[in-house]
């Protein structure tokens, strides 16, 4: 993960996802996940990162994230929802709500850097 290489900080923002003004703070891709502000399948993803640093090269990066996906209609495009933050556990509900930190984790989605 991008984390490895800056410290164990993490990125603003995702690149595709959101403006960065400062493209030697951006994150490269590749991204396979299509940010369309109006999607009519798949999936809604939300990136945040919490608990701000500044790096050497005067960027913010974050010692902490969290990461949710949620169906765009949910019992169409999905029926799960999910959430992961930097423990690397994979949350997830069948709930028609966000998944989150309490919501058990999935060991079926491991991640392996």
Known sequence: MDAFR???LYPANVVGWTTNSDPKCAVPGPWIINPSSNP???YFFEY???VPSTT???CTRFKKFTMSARPVAFGKT???SFFVDE???FHATSD???ANEMDPIDSTL???P
């Open 56 to 58: 050497t090269e005067g």
């Open 6 to 8: 800056h410290s164990g």
């Open 48 to 50: 945040s990162g919490r």
């Open 96 to 98: 028609n709500r966000p």
């Open 78 to 80: 999905g029926v799960r």
């Open 87 to 89: 423990s690397m556990g």
């Open 40 to 42: 009519t399948n798949g």
């Open 110 to 112: 491991l991640h392996r």
